[in-house]
């Protein structure tokens, strides 16, 4: 009954924070529906598309949510049920869904650049040039992090086709099949002009027959290779028109999330009534302390449960992706706000799911959060010998396959964004305008493989040595975006006031983090225990702690201009 109410309880508080704060934030900024967005405006047939609301939302919701929301809040369950939730909740509500839903908005109205253009026109061209750098910092560990999970979830001991797949090689096979379909899709509605729901239907049953050829037939892999492969394939798909393959596949990989989310619900429910559903029984106590295996409960729950609560990396999405693809100026709550708070709720349930098999995850039964994941679902609707047990539990490490390849498909096109914006002079429109080594480096292709292969590098190391620097990175991110944003909206006159705790709070928790990250592995690196790992964490943590120290400086100037600008105005 316990995790019944949990999942009620984190519902009703998110639809109400939707309702009644997303709301007034659209009020407060001036969302104009009547506005043209940079989609309508531009529409270049590659970057810039506009998207039908539901098509732009599948592919925002599948792109931010990564491997993060199920990641993170397993992880930090340690700390007990009660810190984690409240989190997800308050932290959705006022932090994350501020935070996407502004970057969304401002991004909107900058023509659909990145945050780092926002930064630009409020605090300066300086200010830009290290925000970008720190934010392909970031990305770097995107790439890293979810290249390493996406392999974990397909890598296989045999090798070929087989007949009798494991889960992996089930998980591995419905995901190659699932990017031709997309291809398919794309093709059907963008050039022959098929309308959306025939087309969907089309393309669900595509899925469902794509599932039940992985369910028979699998795809078994080494790791390497398959690390090989997602880098090739990242490297593809963030250079080909958002058409073809980023807006159908988010689009209808969306589908699987939602459904995934409802089984949870459903086997939620199933767990709380007396003989019904499987042996599930949640377990984590409601406290455990604060101090854990993990660390302090400040900062480390904050910085461990990321997407649950708040991410830095959807605001590169929000930025770079998604406001290309905007149709309309109200969308930007329901996609901005909305899908945070969806998130929030996805967060929730991997939490109520690492409960139902807490003892063994503690015990180091899992190879993996995902795992934990799947398995504390499957275990709501059977015994793990069970038929029902088996097809729950790879349905839902496909799920997250897909949640994390979908992250590494923008995520990668969004460093190639970041490039041009970085290397690009004012009067220089692409890359073919600039001359020298910034002519080579802004060059999409080569700007793309840089990215993708340091990062598919960094993904054959441990998760455990890249989330922890990526969780710190990706809030510390969270809190500059939250700057920037507040900085523009004060420049235009706007309320800006609801950034300011989200703000010093974050920045506070992630630099506290990556400091002591930076005094953990010096001590580790004096040693002959020391690794390249424990090098490139020291010196990641430190380049990081640094840039965010100047731009932390650039807008506390900033803030301060428009304060005494608004005294000399009164």
């Known amino acids: 009954m316990t995790a019944i109410l949990i999942i009620l309880a984190a519902i009703a508080l998110l639809v109400v924070g ?56 397993i992880q930090a369950s340690v700390f007990g049920w009660v810190p984690v939730f409240l989190w997800c909740v308050i932290g959705g509500i006022f932090v994350g869904g501020v935070h996407d839903f502004g970057a969304l908005f401002a991004s909107t109205r900058h023509g659909g650049k990145s945050v780092g253009e926002i930064i630009k ?35 296989s001991d045999r090798l070929g086709f087989t007949t009798n797949p494991s889960g992996n090689e089930t998980t591995a096979m419905i995901s190659m099949i699932f990017i031709v379909l997309a291809v398919i899709y794309g093709f059907i509605t963008n050039r022959l002009g098929m309308k959306t729901l025939p087309a969907t239907i089309i393309g669900l049953i595509g899925v469902c027959l794509t599932i039940y050829i992985g369910m028979n037939f699998g795809l078994a892999l080494g790791r390497t290779t398959w690390i090989v492969i ?56 409601a406290f455990v302390g604060w101090k854990t295996s993990l660390g302090n409960l400040f900062p480390t729950l904050f910085i461990t449960v990321a997407c649950g609560a708040c991410s830095g990396f959807h605001s590169l999405i929000a930025s770079g992706t998604t406001a290309k693809q905007l149709a309309n100026e109200k969308d930007a709550k329901p996609i901005g706000y909305g899908a945070m708070l969806i998130e929030s709720a996805l967060g929730v349930i991997s939490l109520i799911a690492v409960g139902m098999v807490f003892d063994k995850y503690t015990g180091g039964e899992f190879g993996s959060p995902a795992v934990a994941f799947a398995s ?36 990668t096109r969004l460093s190639r964004y970041m490039f041009g914006e970085l290397l690009l002079k004012e009067d220089e429109a692409t890359w073919k305008d600039a001359s020298g080594l910034r002519k080579v480096f802004a060059n999409p292709v080569v700007s793309t493989l840089i990215m993708v292969i340091i990062g598919s590098v960094l993904g054959g190391l441990s998760l455990s040595q890249i989330w922890g620097l990526f969780g710190a990175a990706n809030q510390l991110l969270a809190g500059l975006a939250l700057m920037a944003v507040a900085a523009w909206l004060g420049n235009v006159g706007k309320n800006n006031r609801m950034f300011f705790i989200p703000t010093i709070f974050m920045l506070a928790a992630t630099l506290t983090s990556l400091v002591q990250t930076v005094i953990s592995k010096l001590g580790v690196v004096g040693t002959e225990t020391a690794h390249w790992g424990d090098w490139f964490q020291l010196l990641f943590a430190a380049a990081m702690a640094i840039l965010a120290v100047f731009l932390v400086i650039e807008g506390v100037m900033t803030f301060a201009k428009q304060s005494a600008a608004k005294k000399a105005a009164k």
């Open 18 to 73: 939707y309702i009644t704060y997303g709301s007034w934030l659209a009020k407060e900024w001036g969302v104009d529906p009547d506005r043209k967005t940079p989609a309508i405006e531009v529409n270049d047939g590659v970057d810039y598309v506009a998207a039908k609301p539901a098509v732009l939302m599948g592919h925002h919701f599948s792109s931010i949510a990564g491997a993060g929301p199920i990641n993170g809040p």
């Open 121 to 155: 026109s409020s605090m300066g061209d300086r200010a830009k040039k290290l925000f970008i750098i720190f934010a392909l910092l970031v990305l770097i560990l995107v790439i890293a992090s979810f290249v390493n999970v996406v392999a974990g979830t397909f890598y």
């Open 230 to 285: 997602i880098g090739a394939y990242i490297t593809i798909a963030s250079l080909v028109p958002v058409w073809i393959l980023l807006q159908p596949r988010d689009y209808l990989s969306s589908y699987l999330l939602y459904a995934m989310m409802v089984v949870a619900v459903v086997g939620i429910i199933l767990s709380g009534i007396p003989g019904f559903g499987g042996p599930a029984n949640f377990t984590i106590p």
């Open 376 to 411: 504390g679902i499957a275990t709501m609707f059977g015994v793990e010998t069970s038929a029902i047990y088996g097809t729950i539990y790879a349905l839902l490490t496909l799920a997250v396959s897909v949640f994390a390849l979908t992250s590494l498909d923008s995520g």
